[in-house]
């Protein structure tokens, strides 16, 4: 597990603008549509996008289907936007569940 992750901080190291864009655009729209009253939070935006992204390309890197989505370069963007915001959503339905009231 622990390689899995380096594999994974790498891979997001190799291009951090493009990571950057989808932590950021992940974390935002998962936020929004798991509860559209968090408002002005960016930095919760930028966290939950981050560790939505790392988790959904370290199921997809364990589960090996890193593999099968590599044969299809064009689409690498859309594929990591996808396991951004999926990783993301689950974080943010987590931190909306046990957010205070």
């Known amino acids: 597990m622990e390689q899995t992750a380096r594999e994974v ?13 989808i932590v950021i655009i992940a974390g935002f729209a998962a936020c929004k549509s798991v509860a ?7 930095l919760l935006f930028i ?8 988790l959904g390309q370290f199921i997809i890197l364990f589960l090996g289907i890193k593999e099968f ?7 690498v963007w859309l594929f ?18 046990f957010k205070p009231t």
Do not use: R
């Open 36 to 42: 559209s009253d968090w408002k002005g939070i960016n």
């Open 9 to 21: 901080l790498q891979y997001m190291l190799a291009n951090p603008a493009a990571s950057a864009l």
């Open 80 to 97: 990591d936007f996808i396991i951004g915001f999926v990783g993301s959503f689950i974080v943010a339905t987590i931190v909306n569940f």
């Open 47 to 54: 966290v939950v996008g981050f560790v939505g992204y790392f």
């Open 69 to 75: 989505l590599d044969q299809i370069p064009q689409f």
